[in-house]
């Protein structure tokens, strides 16, 4: 059946959208936190290169020169916070030190978190506190104080960071494993409410990444053989291989994207 001119219309409005830069990040601001090292340090150069300027809140003050270089190699601006997440109001006075330095902010990434192994029979209340704060209390509180913002200006975009062990049982990290269960969750919960105020909020979902947590795991080989031999892609992801899709998630391409969980794991949850 041929196509009616509105038809052809809006397939030419769509057209002349798509021509548009959807994947810059020009003009926004994002908080990153945890995201002086490791792929914190990753996500916040990803976005620095799409044209974000970067507001790290991280607890210590290990690499932020070489964060910083990084970053305003890229042309971007970047400031940096040191405060323990974990701590009663502070996710309200991150968020507000972050629009006192920038005017604005437009995208939270929740990266910051820790992981402690342990027989499930071995486990120790104070890990389980603590893991449970960082990786799952703390981003609660870090995306009701940022949406408060968001639900003001009325756009914003909130990447949780997720897990396979948000979809698996996985082995001797069970505070590891209930706080990326709750990661999942606490990201399909601010995106049944949030997207009425132009807000999207989405979670990644890495698999096995070379990183120093993983080291240890890949440094015993029955383990490592276990895990590539689940992996279609058939190797361990290199850090860089995250970083397009938390580029994607914070851009005007993902506008219509929102409550998912997007594993990056070169196929690891199809077997």
């Known amino acids: ?29 994002a908080i990153v936190t945890g995201g002086n090292t490791g792929l914190g340090q990753g996500y916040s150069v990803a976005l620095a290169e799409a044209g974000a300027d970067i507001f790290v809140a991280t607890y210590g003050k290990a690499e932020w020169d070489e964060t910083r270089k990084m970053v305003e190699k890229r042309g971007r601006r970047i400031e940096f916070t040191d405060v323990d997440l ?20 437009d995208i939270l990434i929740n990266n910051a978190g820790m992981i402690k192994r342990n027989p499930i029979l071995e486990s120790k209340d104070e890990d389980w506190d603590r893991v449970i704060n960082i990786n799952l209390n703390a981003v609660y509180h870090m995306s009701m104080a940022v949406s408060k913002e968001f ?20 082995k001797f990290i069970p505070s590891y494993t209930a706080s990326k269960h709750g990661v999942a969750g606490l990201t399909k919960a601010f995106a049944s409410e949030m997207g009425a105020y132009g807000v999207q909020v989405n979670a990644i979902a890495p698999g096995y990444i070379k990183t120093a ?20 892609a058939g190797h361990w992801a290199e850090p860089s291989e995250l970083m397009g899709v938390a580029v994607f998630l914070a851009s005007p391409a993902a506008d219509y994207v929102n409550g998912i969980i997007m594993p990056v794991d070169g196929g690891y949850l199809v077997r």
Request: without cysteine; charged residues 25%; glycine residues 8%.
């Open 1 to 29: 059946m041929a196509q009616s001119a509105e038809e052809i219309k809006q397939n030419e409005l769509a057209l002349d959208k798509f021509k548009m830069d959807l994947f810059s990040l020009k003009g926004k601001v």
């Open 86 to 105: 974990t701590a009663a109001g502070v996710a309200e006075k991150v968020v507000a030190e972050a629009i006192a330095k920038f005017g604005h902010v």
């Open 151 to 170: 639900a003001k200006q009325k756009s914003g975009k909130i990447i949780n960071i997720g897990s396979m062990l948000s979809f698996q049982g996985g």
């Open 213 to 232: 947590n993983t080291a240890p795991i890949r440094a015993q080989k029955d383990r490592n053989d276990e895990i590539l031999g689940r992996i279609p």
